[in-house]
């Protein structure tokens, strides 16, 4: 066994992954959707996986889950090979796009997953009604999910991935399609997980929400990772700071930029500070509560780093 | 909340997949309108034309026997061809496999839940079959007795049992058990083939060829070896095609009950034992193709 298996505290270990789709009566011919890919995420890290369409986030992610069989390569949930079912036993998924029986109501599906996960009696039935509680579901719990728009099903989503309580939960596109309001409440269950020291493997296109809520980054093009780290690290500007103020008088920003002329230094910009869209969106659309990570002392974008 | 300890094969994960699968079908109102429909005709045939009591039970079993299994054949394609490959299209399956779920234990389930389903129906049919009959039988009894009332003893007797003979018997429990069987047999078949093929119109054609190739091989059989001598070829390629189709004629002895014919139990046993066979070989091989198939 290779070495990079020894180290089993690793939340998901994937390990020289590749994945070739065959070409039907081409057997010589097939599509790269994953090319040696290696990778590592600790228990209770918010890792992200970024890449454009096409670049092999999603079959990476169900090659983890052992949906897919790799080409080459292996991957190891907890220690346990992602083949085996036992791997999944503390595992929550969250597809792109999840569709669910639309003939069941909230509450059945919540029960229906539970049961998978050998869930019964009244430690079922307060998981489901715990769950429903978080997605802001309670009150559609009898509605059928044909019912349901994006938002609810997102929701309904993200609580059966969380049904089992589990160690591990992969998301893939979590906030597609859902509203600010939505975005929000998703992006606050997953900041409450990482508290909680739950690992969360999040695919996403919106970068801005990625920044907000990632410890590390890997960014995949071509099926390769081609860049990955901590998000910190990644994304700052070596060379420059920023100073917010508030109150700052004329005169005193005037000694200030002075200041920095007298110096090495270079002032780049200078401008006033803004506060975010979604905060705009909410506070036009009389949300209640600001997300609670997003209240950062300033009033620049939001981010957690 | 520590997750219940992972047992590799759990009955509780398979009667939840099962009882999904139930409910879904049921909530399907199309399945209700053909069981509405066999019922009507089950129903409507205690009202066709007769002459003598012979040829009115011989109707009833024939026609209702005939309608069951024609609709638990119907059923068992059209529901089992529809469940793996909208699982797939739709992406339910795969959260459904995102649990610890074993594949063989989600095919189990599906098909359990068809089954139960097909079970169903035949004790719904049947108690309606069976409730005719015997309604029936009682009125030409009581006609019977009427008619034969100054006639001697054995007289009275002989025409009482000739009616009995013909009306309900435990025969017919026999033949609806048949039924049954073939039923299951087309449903996990067709769950074979759900597994490869990539729509469910393609699933639906290939059973449906399936199913007149499975009726007609036998006749076709022994005409072909009636007809020419046949080589070591001819007779591997004969053993091959009874091999991958099922002869379904084998499942089929409603002639016999409504003919009168007593159905020996040893041929009873063995045809249900060919029954369970075949369901558990296309079980199987539904699995080792699942277990190879990306989703």
Redesign the interface.
Known sequence: MDSTFDRNDAAVAVDGLTKV?RIPFHPARGIVAVRDLNLRIEAGEVYGLLGPNGSGKSTTL?MI?????PTQGATKIFGRDSSL???????????E?????K??TGEEILR??G??????GA?LKS?VSELLELAGLTNARQQRLSTYSKGMLQRI?LA??LI???KLV?LDEPTAGVDPAGSRDIRNIILDLQKRGVTVLLSSHLLSQVQEICDRVGIVAKGTLVREGQLKELIAIENRSELVLENASESLLKEVEKLAAGSNAKLIERRRSTTTLERLFLEATQESKPANHANNANDNSCSKH | MEPAPHRGFSFGRIFAIASNTLTDLVRQKVFLFLLLFALVVIGSSVFMARLSFQQEFQILKDVSLGAMSIFTSVLAILATARLIPRDIEDRTVYTILAKPVPRFEYLLGKLLGVLVLLGISVVVMSALFFAVLYLREQTILGEAARQFSAAPREQLDDALNQIRASGLKIDIVAGVAVIFLKACLLAALTLFVSTFATTQIFTVFVMVFVYFIGHLQAAAREYWLEQQSTGWVGKTFLALVALTFPDLQTFNIVDEIVAGVVIPLALFAKTALLGIFYVVVYTLAATFVFYGKEV
Do not use: I, W
């Open positions: 789709f169900r889950l052992g949906l897919v069989s079912a036992q791997s999944r036993e503390s595992v929550g998924f969250l597809p796009n999840p569709y669910f029986y003939f069941l229906f997953f049961k998978l996960c050998r869930l019964r430690r998981r989503g059966q991935a089992n309580d589990p992969v």
